[in-house]
């Protein structure tokens, strides 16, 4: 029985230890790095929430869309989603194309025409928004010692504005702007897998510059100057 019980114990442990093994190798370190698309969605809450924050209403808002700007949809979709958690009738109206050969507005954009003021304290509210601004960058190169490059800061940025309107009378009701940023550090082996599924979204790299370049260079040289003076200085 004893025997059994310990030519038993060691191969129960390498066994655990091996299935512990297979579990650390299917959870890569990039499973939990965001693509360029999944920080632009991040983003797209922090502004839906910034836009409409304290706002709810028993009257239906009608979302116009598609937005201005918004040309992966993430930003339309949070809007839609923040208001449905708020008010309780929420619609898509979907914005006419403009006609050839047209003048172009001279209101500013999401402002629908002037029409004549009623007195329409029910009527349905619409709102107007638009991205005025969404991009993903590489704004600096992080090195290794003593050369190379490791990785890269990661920067995603987006603004938009709203506008809450008065269906038929053209009213503003509110009218609002936020901004977002996210950054963080993408090593230089995941450049491609945060790319992945972001169509559109390919930043290029920053380039460095020669004196940058030689400063390790130079360090290395210096260091391995020092060793040498020193085993010449003992003989």
Known sequence: MRRRVFGFAPRATLAALALAGLGMGASPARAYLPTHGMML???????AADLLRGQASDRAVAVVVPLEGDTSGLLAQRLLERLRSVTSDVRVRERPLATPGAQPPTMPPG???AVPAS???SAPLELHARV???GVSYVRRIRSFPFG???YERLVTMRASATMLEQGTGRVVWARSATASLQDVVRKRDLAYVSGGSTGWNPPLPQGTGPRILEPLIVVGVVAGLVVLFYSNRN
């Open 111 to 113: 402002m629908p025409p």
């Open 119 to 121: 007195d329409s304290g």
């Open 132 to 134: 005025d601004g969404a």
């Open 149 to 151: 490059v490791k990785g």
């Open 41 to 47: 969605d991040s983003l797209a809450a922090t502004v």
